[in-house]
């Protein structure tokens, strides 16, 4: 089950909510306040919104073509399309293309809500092909939930890319709030990564996942006004059957700066381990905030571990929670050996030593501590771009021994390495939770 969104209230963060238009949650045990909107500000809002899917009735193949788009050089386009075009839908037909929000078609749940598989059927809307899709509901009693949800039909609802997951339609009725996305059968990249549901991902997938992840974020940051994501992690990149990634939960989208401006201040919400410093800290927020959280995930694909892991240590005072980002730093500025150590050992040495190399010190910069030495999204698409086709693999080249234990901190026993070639996901899984345990 993914985690729920992390949302600290800082002192010198922005405040969430005016007195004015919020109450404030009782029952906090440690006097950090949670705001809801009051319900005039709530009635505020849903009038606002219905005023503006107005326009959201008329098919959503009917876009326009001449929109201010972005194109790749790759001839891949993104276009902004006319306002929210949306299909609406009722309650009771979600109902019926999810058999009552049934447990069986139950595919997870996050911090918004469940999601539940569906279908629809060609005649249910005009313009509306029969399709698989997926039915997101909004958790009853969520704080945030209205804002992140109507955060979610407006961005969705008007940017069109290859590498964004497209919202078909939703539904506002009385207290419910529901949204309607393309099907991605393969999941997100965090169970593929994390949850062992099926074998490992070749290196050649995980590239072509980073580049289409990439591709996504550069084309928000290009828009005529800046969207930063601000909450880009494994687990909001969804694949679909060919392994194609799309960025998904647009909750937390934010507008960007504009004119001289060179960051806005917003009160500081995403995933511990993907956030950046300086918006952790101060609660400024810019692209090269992404570009940080961009870093974060290149280094799960490289290494298979989790952006933040629970070590265990010999007592329970002694456990702690490392951060990826600083546990691999002593082994990205060394030479291929080094880095062989931090390597997913369920590659197996099936990556390329180049690709490898390039990812990490692609890594480092994305993770600069300093926004102004990190690279724009367009550079770091271009980098990886480069590192498609190389057949330099660790295993031909005498980088990972057939029968030689790997040395270094991160070992791994020539026993565990028979056991990732011969083991499926469901054995193996006990035995990686032990190495895992092992981090230093």
């Known amino acids: 089950m993914p985690s729920r969104p992390w949302r600290p209230v800082l002192a010198s963060a922005t405040k969430c909510c005016a007195a004015e238009d919020a109450v404030v949650a009782a029952g906090t045990d440690k006097g950090l306040a949670r705001c809801r909107p009051a319900g005039s500000e709530l009635s505020r809002r849903l009038a606002s919104f219905r005023r503006l899917s107005s326009l959201a009735n008329s098919p ?11 194109n790749n050089k790759d001839g891949e386009a993104g276009e902004m399309a006319g306002p929210l075009q949306l299909h609406s839908f009722s309650l009771s037909e979600l109902r019926g293309v999810t058999h009552d929000f049934s447990s069986s078609y139950l595919l997870g749940e996050g911090g918004f809500g469940p999601v539940h598989k569906g279908f629809v059927d060609a005649g249910m809307r005009p313009g509306l092909e029969p399709q698989p899709v997926a039915v997101k509901k909004l958790s009853a009693g969520g704080f945030q939930g209205h804002r992140e949800w109507l955060a979610e039909v407006i961005f969705l609802g008007q940017f069109r890319h290859p590498h964004l997951v497209r919202l078909l339609g939703y539904c506002c ?6 949204l309607v996305y393309e099907f991605m059968p393969r999941g997100s990249l965090e169970n593929h990564l994390f949850r062992r549901i099926s074998a490992t991902l070749p290196w050649g997938t995980r590239i072509k996942v980073a580049i289409a992840a990439a591709k996504g974020l550069a084309f928000l940051h290009g828009a ?12 909001n990149i969804l694949l679909d059957s060919d392994f194609t990634a799309k960025l998904s939960d647009f909750g937390l989208a934010k507008m960007g700066p504009e004119g001289e401006d060179t960051h806005v201040t917003t009160r500081v919400m995403g995933t511990h381990g993907y956030a950046a410093p300086e918006y952790v800290q101060t609660g400024h927020l810019n692209v090269k905030s992404d570009v940080y959280s961009f870093g974060v995930v290149l280094l799960e694909l490289l290494t298979g571990r989790r952006a933040m892991e629970h070590v265990r240590g010999r007592t329970a005072h002694a456990d702690q929670q490392l951060k990826l980002v600083d546990w691999t730093r002593p082994y ?4 291929s050996r080094r880095l062989r150590c931090i390597v997913d050992p369920r590659l197996a040495g099936h990556y390329s030593v180049k690709g490898a190399r390039a990812v990490a010190q692609l890594a480092v910069q994305c993770t600069a501590a300093q926004p102004r030495d990190r690279p724009r999204m367009v550079a770091v698409v271009e980098a990886l771009e480069k590192l498609q086709g190389l057949k330099d693999m660790a295993v031909t080249v005498g980088l990972w021994p057939a029968n030689a234990p790997v040395a270094g901190r991160n070992a791994i026993s020539a026993k565990f390495r028979a056991d990732v070639k011969g083991v499926g996901a469901g054995g193996l899984s006990s035995r990686r939770r032990t190495a895992s345990s092992k981090l230093p």
């Open 60 to 70: 959503a193949s009917n876009m326009a073509d001449s929109g201010g788009g972005n």
């Open 173 to 178: 009725e009385d207290e419910e709030r529901l």
């Open 224 to 235: 005529g006004t800046p969207v930063i994501y601000r909450d880009f992690k494994a687990s």
């Open 332 to 335: 990205l500025s060394g030479g």
